[in-house]
T-cell receptor, first 115, second 113 residues
Framework: EAGVVQSPRYKIIEKKQPVAFWCNPISGHNTLYWYLQNLGQGPELLIRYENEEAVDDSQLPKDRFSAERLKGVDSTLKIQPAELGDSAVYLC?????????????FGPGTRLTVL | KNQVEQSPQSLIILEGKNCTLQCNYTVSPFSNLRWYKQDTGRGPVSLTIMTFSENTKSNGRYTATLDADTKQSSLHITASQLSDSASYICVVSVTGGGNKLTFGTGTQLKVEL
């Protein structure tokens, strides 16, 4: 089966510009996650979706970050405006359901560089 | 505060040698512990999962152990290969947390000829 697909793989923008990342989860996976990973660190959860509902967005900086998962499949994460400190890898993951025993499958990530 | 600490931070070994990576956690209530392998430029991939009642789990040349009493885990890699060069991340899940994961910062392993 196809894995989690993310695009673009790399993005370079100037500060204050907007940017959007796209994620297509594994078919049949109801739960979708967006993570931020800084260099040399483990991923940090930004938002978790159960189908189309955001059930945990407590770590999402809502002043500049937004996300949506229309129709409960693909998802988009947006930053507007981007800041220098947003430079990181943005990982998308999906799991069949939201319980702790369901493995999360990760995409390759989008590496964002803000100049 | 839920935390996962890993050691060493980085490790260099020769091809064919064995190595052991360590993980200590303070996450509770504990559900399970996974070891992930993350190749450069790729997303993490799960190697093993252990629940509270399991104290060892193997996946090929990878063997993970869990001591739930001392809240420690290890990942042993046997007969290392160049392709084992990656970051190995210890990840702990809590019960009732909606699959919320607490990640360690990883051990960067480099296998050399």
């Amino acid at each position: 089966e196809a894995g989690v697909v993310q695009s673009p793989r790399y993005k370079i923008i100037e500060k204050k510009q907007p940017v959007a990342f796209w994620c297509n989860p594994i078919s049949g996976h109801n739960t979708l996650y967006w993570y931020l990973q800084n260099l040399g660190q483990g991923p940090e959860l930004l938002i978790r979706y159960e189908n189309e509902e955001a059930v945990d967005d407590s770590q999402l900086p809502k002043d500049r970050f937004s996300a949506e998962r229309l129709k409960g499949v693909d998802s988009t994460l947006k930053i507007q405006p981007a800041e220098l400190g947003d430079s990181a890898v943005y990982l998308c993951a999906s799991s069949r359901a939201g319980g702790p025993l369901y493995e999360q499958f990760f995409g390759p990530g989008t590496r964002l560089t803000v100049l | 505060k839920n935390q996962v600490e890993q050691s060493p931070q980085s490790l260099i070994i020769l091809e064919g040698k064995n190595c052991t990576l360590q993980c200590n956690y303070t996450v509770s209530p504990f559900s399970n512990l996974r070891w992930y392998k993350q190749d450069t430029g790729r997303g993490p991939v799960s190697l093993t999962i252990m629940t509270f009642s399991e104290n060892t789990k193997s996946n090929g040349r990878y063997t993970a152990t869990l001591d739930a009493d001392t809240k420690q885990s290890s990942l042993h890699i046997t007969a290392s290969q160049l392709s084992d060069s990656a970051s190995y991340i210890c990840v702990v899940s809590v019960t009732g947390g909606g699959n919320k994961l607490t990640f360690g910062t990883g051990t960067q392993l480099k296998v050399e000829l």
